[in-house]
């Protein structure tokens, strides 16, 4: 039997008849990908929260002073949610940039396939490219990070070494700082609990669940979770302690409908993933 140029009902009412032995060969066997499917990325939360806004990162900010700790919230708290956001931002960048390219590349087919075939090879196409996606990212991104920790470079936050001057010889002398026994001189990687301290008397007065401070920046980022930021009573705690005033700031959703993470997952995890909760796929 021969059908020419049959409609989409047709096809898919022989198909369901036919399948082993049916044929329909295509008058034009490639296409954009962009012509019949549309992927949405939603990403994580907080990439969309306050605590990567410009008011957040302004009310952290503070004059770092002449005395501190390294793990002090106040001091490293700005720069590690200025550093959130341009994860964040990256992300999406990529995946902006990654799917421009994929809706312009082409499908190929020589025969008609039906529905239900054609969507499990997308799917099959899309969890491959983010992947690729992920890798190629982290492996740039794991480049980056390699050549800071190298070249050894001095924090103006003197969180990885700090400065001390002599008053009689006007020497300058280098120390490397320690995160629960362990050195920035021979890790970028030390971590320790980062918290709120009195400056006066520079006692501790608050551990924020969950973040950590180290001899860098991005290291302790990415070894923090967002445990305290899920917590309206933990944010609200946090918030006494800095000045000035409180502002209003809302508590991420730790509803499991919501998100596919737990709120112990670190930062470096969701990085692995771009962020990403889910794709939204639309035919």
């Not at 020419?4 to 044929?23: C, F, I, R």
């Not at 990529?94 to 008609?112: D, P």
Request: net charge negative; charged share 15%.
């Amino acid at each position: 039997m021969r059908v020419l140029q049959p409609s989409l009902d047709v096809y898919e009412a022989l198909n369901s008849k036919y399948a082993k032995t049916l044929e329909c060969p295509c008058t034009q066997i490639s296409m954009n990908y962009d012509n019949f499917i549309s992927a949405s990325p939603i990403f994580h939360q907080v990439c969309s929260s306050d605590f990567v806004s410009d008011v957040w990162i302004r009310h952290l900010a503070m004059d770092n002073g002449s005395t501190f700790y390294g793990d002090d919230f106040q001091i490293t708290g700005s720069h590690a949610f200025q550093a959130l956001r341009m994860l964040c931002e990256l992300a999406k960048n990529t995946l902006k940039n990654n799917f421009a390219q994929f809706y312009s590349s082409q499908y190929f087919s020589r025969f008609a396939i039906p529905e239900v075939m054609l969507q499990v090879q997308i799917l099959s196409i899309l969890n491959q490219l983010q992947s690729s996606m992920s890798d190629s990212f982290l492996l740039s991104f794991r480049m980056i990070r390699d050549t800071t920790q190298v070249n050894a470079l001095f924090s103006a936050l003197q969180i990885n070494h700090k400065l001390y001057g002599s008053k009689d010889t006007g020497n300058i002398f280098v120390t490397a700082n320690n995160y629960d026994g362990c050195s920035c001189s021979l890790s970028a990687n030390c971590i320790g609990q980062s918290s709120i301290y009195n400056h006066n008397t520079m006692t501790k007065l608050f551990d924020v669940t969950g973040f950590y401070t180290g001899c860098n920046v991005i290291e302790s980022l990415l070894q923090s979770t967002l445990e305290c930021f899920y917590n309206q009573t933990c944010i609200d705690k946090l918030q006494n302690y800095l000045l000035p005033s409180p502002i209003p700031v809302s508590a991420l959703d730790d509803s499991s409908s919501l998100s596919r993470y737990l709120k112990t997952t670190t930062i470096n995890s969701l990085l692995s993933d771009l962020m990403v909760e889910h794709l939204v796929i639309s035919p």
